[in-house]
Each structure stands twice: as structure tokens, then as C-alpha cells.
């Protein structure tokens, strides 16, 4: 099987700040960190539920995916990040079968993982990102 768990769902906020009360305290979920992403022009945070996270997305920029994202659609649900080994042959595959990818090569997400997203034009819709963890997290 190509993934091995749900690494993590991407949330986009307007303010980690504001709404990091509602996941710790009302959820009860434990806030793992956060941290700017700079090439993608977020800030996000992790918060950990039983082996999946959470990642709050807020833009840093007006320029940023995810601001445009919120301004399309408003806060919510962004991506679905998919635990992989061996990303580089996944990419491999899905470009030799014609899936488009945002990304043709990984690169480092947050925690120094290695990522890579697929277009949502090729998923019926959903942002779904690959993750290899290289003992690090992912974005
Ligand atoms: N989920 C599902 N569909 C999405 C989407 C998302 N998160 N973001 C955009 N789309 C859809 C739009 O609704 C639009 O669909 P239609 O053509 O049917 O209207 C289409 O994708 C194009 O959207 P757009 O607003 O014109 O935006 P762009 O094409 O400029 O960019 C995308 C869209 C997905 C290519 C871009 O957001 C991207 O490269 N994303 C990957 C990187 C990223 O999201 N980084 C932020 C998180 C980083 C991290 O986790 O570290």
C-alpha cells in the first residue's frame, strides 16, 4: 500500500492565535509547535490527534496559496497530507500515469520533511500533499 496513515489534515486560519483556544482547550488536543514555512508563505502549527495531526495554515502573505484560498473559500479544510516512504518513486509513478502534480520533485516542508503535492485537478477535487518524514514532521 502506497500510504501508510493520514500525517496529517491542513486547516486554513486567518489567526493560529485565534483559534488555537478552540483545538486545545475545547478539543483538548495537544499543541505540538509552530513555525514559518517562508518558501510557502504560512505560519503553522501542529497540534497532535492519536498518530494524525492537525496543521493550522495562516498566510503570511497576501501572495500565499493559503490566502488566496480563504479568499476564495473562505477558513477551512485545505489538504490532506498522506505519510509515504520513498516519495521520490511515488512522484515517479503518478507522473508516468499522468496525475498531475503541483510538484515533479520533493522539497522541505515544515520539520524538514520531504513533500510533494498533487493538483487537485487529479484528485476529484481534494489538495493532497505526500510526506516522508526523514525523523522530522511534515507540512
Ligand atoms: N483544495 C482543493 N481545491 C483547491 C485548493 C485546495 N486547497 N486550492 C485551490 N483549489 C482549486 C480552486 O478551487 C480552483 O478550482 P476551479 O478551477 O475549479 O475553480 C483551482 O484549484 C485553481 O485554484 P486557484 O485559486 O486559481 O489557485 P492556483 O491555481 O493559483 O493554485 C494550487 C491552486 C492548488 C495549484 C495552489 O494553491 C498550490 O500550489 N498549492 C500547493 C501549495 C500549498 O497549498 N501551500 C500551502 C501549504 C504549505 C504547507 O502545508 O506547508
Do not use: W
Not at 103 to 109: H, I
Amino acid at each position: 500500500m502506497m500510504g501508510k496513515k493520514i500525517d496529517h489534515i491542513g486547516v486554513a486560519v486567518r489567526s493560529i492565535k485565534e483559534v488555537l483556544p478552540f483545538y486545545e482547550k475545547t478539543l483538548g488536543l495537544t499543541f505540538l509547535g509552530e513555525e514559518v514555512v517562508e518558501s510557502q508563505r504560512v505560519k503553522v502549527a501542529f497540534l497532535q490527534i492519536g498518530e494524525s495531526k492537525i496543521e493550522l495554515l495562516e498566510p503570511t502573505s497576501n501572495e500565499s496559496a493559503v490566502a488566496k484560498f480563504i479568499d476564495k473559500r473562505g477558513e477551512g479544510i485545505h489538504h490532506l497530507a498522506i505519510g509515504v516512504d520513498k516519495i521520490e518513486d511515488r512522484i515517479e509513478e503518478f507522473i508516468k500515469n499522468g496525475i498531475p502534480m503541483i510538484d515533479e520533485a520533493a522539497r522541505q516542508g515544515a520539520g524538514g520533511a520531504n513533500i510533494a503535492f498533487m493538483h487537485p485537478k487529479g484528485t476529484n477535487g481534494v489538495l493532497v500533499e505526500l510526506c516522508e518524514k526523514r525523523g522530522g514532521g511534515c507540512s
